[in-house]
């Protein structure tokens, strides 16, 4: 068995491997000074890039989340490798022999890592479909292609292959090439049946999915026969390496261009991003079996390097500026539906958002075959902001022609609107909504002002819906459920205020230690605004306050015991402010936050009671013997914030 690695190999390893290009495989990198690079970490989500390599040196650093190291470390932590898979992984790239400690040279197949293993499985299977697709057997995959515009050279361009009808044809392919039982049925290639493994896809068409380094990490394959009972696309399982949330089929295709236009076209399926890619949109990727989600956001705003408000704006040319993530739906109502999954992920993105439907909604497989190319470049170049998509489709089914219509349309789209993020889109929307439903924009403002707030602190006694398209039958789908009527609102993050007083609770209940207890145990039972915080504040003050909390054994005692004084609707409240990670994350600076944090709560406080105190006095009669007394408690209140500030 190998033994540890040579220091020397390792060293060698570290050397020759340029971290820029290992980094900029995951992150666009773009110059930060002299000898320096930044982009979007990898490794928490962030809008504003504090990620740095410093290639001079081999090494990396996050301002953010202060994870850092070299370009093994980086590998280790990226793709979830131990130290010696990451130094095998990188050798191998580099062209460096590895010698171990004991055993000496490295041999394939003797004992790497795991995770080199199953991408070499991957590697091998991957080639024996591509050979397959040749075969005899094949006919079936070779004219399901040629029906839809593919020829031999573009199924080679993305790997198409085929998995012949047999039961174990790749699983005695992959025994001949030295891999155990074990490792094949870590792979997903196979399946577990009462009498063994057997092979997972038979007699259907075969296309590998890669990560955005290249490697094959799982497959996906298409139905043929007709006495084939299984799904009409079957993917890998979830496995060591393909975890179907974290990867973008064509991405490894499309990242340089994607980079390089700052722009993402996503579809939805295999053959749409073939036909895309061979009509000139080479930066088109595609889910693999499931919506498209938080993770792939991550993958799609590093790539497209989108770091700031305003980055993505559409020109009157219709070009656009700083990126744009486009997404293609089929026109029907299930593609509304996406249409608005995507509404609610474009919150993530501050790159332009859009989408393309083809006019006979066709996706852009059949529209390249039925138009040609020019049609599907066409349908890219024509999108449209997915903002007004959503407003138009979920308009359609309003009988505009009628007040009661036109009134009903007015309270399904106010939410939505209310719902974007940029806040100097919103009142542009707003306009726009105004004139599609022809009524006053003041009266439309009003909506979308109360859908706001209403978002911010919904009753349970509403049940208010979030935004909504037309779905079957002229039903209403939901973006969002109802809120439970047993716990409280939470505070909209939106909301300035809110946020403060979320951040204020959560530094007390994780750092009680650094906060000055008798300011803020001097606060008001209505020092917070939003309902749910109010709540924990009460638990907390009948906890004995932040006084009672050096009394406490440790941290998870102070927690404890104001759980046990909450109700039991607000106590899940209280864990998660607990946990919730603090916007402050330096050791050496999280008691200045704390004691910032919540001595702008206590001044926010003192502004509420002076704003009472001088409406107090101006309603009283200057003569009044109150008046003088009334007088001196403004000042005394006016004191404390000018000595809270000059604290700050």
């Known amino acids: 068995m190998a033994g540890r690695i040579r220091r020397e190999d390792v060293a060698s390893v570290r050397e020759r491997a340029r971290i820029e290009e290992i980094v900029g495989e995951h992150v666009t990198l773009r110059p930060a000074g002299v000898g320096s690079l930044k982009g979007l970490c990898p490794f928490h989500d962030e809008r504003s890039p504090s990620f740095h390599v410093r290639p001079q040196v081999g090494l990396w650093h996050c301002f953010g989340c202060s994870e850092g190291g070299d370009v093994i470390s980086f590998l280790q932590k990226i793709d979830g490798l131990g130290f010696t898979e990451a130094v095998e992984y990188l050798a191998g790239r580099v062209g460096v022999q590895l010698q171990y400690e004991e055993g000496g040279a490295y041999r394939p197949g003797e004992e790497p890592g795991r995770r080199q293993r199953l991408i070499e499985a991957h590697r091998i299977a991957a080639s024996y479909y591509a050979e397959q697709l040749l075969s005899p057997e094949a006919a079936v995959g070779r004219a399901f292609l040629a029906e839809r515009g593919f020829d031999r050279a573009a199924a080679e361009t993305f790997g198409v292959g085929f998995a012949p009808q047999g039961w174990d044809h790749l699983l005695r392919h992959l025994r001949g090439r030295g891999f155990t039982e074990a490792e094949i049925s870590a792979t997903g290639l196979t399946s577990q049946g009462t009498r063994g493994q057997y092979d997972r896809f038979r007699g259907r068409l075969v296309w590998p999915i890669r990560d955005v380094t290249g490697d094959t990490v799982g497959f996906g394959a298409r139905r043929l026969l007709e006495d084939d009972q299984g799904p009409k696309y079957l993917n890998s399982p979830e496995t060591a390496l393909y975890k179907k949330a974290q990867v973008l089929y064509g991405i490894d295709l499309a990242k340089r261009d994607i980079a390089k236009n700052r722009q993402v076209v996503v579809v939805e399926g295999y053959t749409d991003v073939m036909a895309a890619h061979l009509s000139g949109v080479t930066t088109a990727v595609a889910t693999c079996g499931t919506a498209f989600g938080s993770d792939h956001v991550r993958i799609v705003r590093r790539l497209v390097g989108d770091t700031a408000v305003g980055s993505g704006v559409q020109l009157s040319s219709g070009a656009s500026t700083g990126g744009e993530i486009i ?45 040609g190319p020019e049609a599907v470049r066409a349908l890219v170049a024509g999108r449209q902001p997915l903002f007004e998509f959503v407003l138009r489709s979920t308009l359609r089914a309003h009988d505009l022609d009628t007040a009661e219509g036109r009134v009903s349309a007015l309270r399904s789209t106010a939410p939505v609107v209310a719902g974007i993020r940029d806040t100097a889109l919103r009142p542009e929307y707003t306009r726009m909504l105004a004139g ?100 924990v504040h009460e638990a907390i003050r009948a906890a004995g306050g932040v006084a009672a909390a050096a009394t406490a054994a440790d941290g998870q005692a102070w927690v404890d015991a104001v759980r046990e004084e909450a109700a039991s609707t607000v106590a899940p409240l209280v864990t998660e402010l607990a946990v919730t990670p603090l916007p402050e994350d330096r050791p050496d600076a999280i008691e200045g936050y704390v004691r910032g944090v919540v001595g702008h709560l206590a001044e926010l406080g003192l502004t509420r009671q002076i704003a009472e105190a001088r409406g107090r006095l101006q309603r009283m009669d200057p003569n009044a013997p109150e008046a003088a007394e009334a007088f001196a408690h403004l000042v005394a209140l006016e004191a404390a914030r000018r000595a809270l500030r000059t604290v700050d």
């Open 327 to 371: 997404f293609t739906f089929d026109g029907d109502a299930a593609g509304q539906k996406a249409a608005l999954r995507a509404f609610g992920e474009d919150q993530r993105f501050y790159a332009q958002t859009f989408v393309a439907i083809s006019p006979g909604g066709m996706d852009p497989c059949e529209l390249r075959q039925a138009q």
């Open 436 to 535: 599609w439903l022809g009524m006053d924009a003041a009266t439309v403002q009003q909506a979308v002002s109360a859908a706001a707030r209403a978002s911010a602190h919904p009753r349970s006694d509403e049940g208010r819906p979030g935004p909504t398209v037309p779905g079957p039958g002229g039903r209403d789908e939901t973006q969002q459920g109802r809120r439970s009527a047993e716990r409280p609102a939470g505070p909209d993050r939106r909301d300035p205020v809110a946020a403060l007083e979320r951040n204020a609770l959560e530094a007390v209940l994780q750092h009680p230690g650094a906060v000055d207890a008798a300011a803020f145990d001097a606060l008001a039972a209505d020092a917070f605004s939003v309902p749910a915080l109010r709540a």
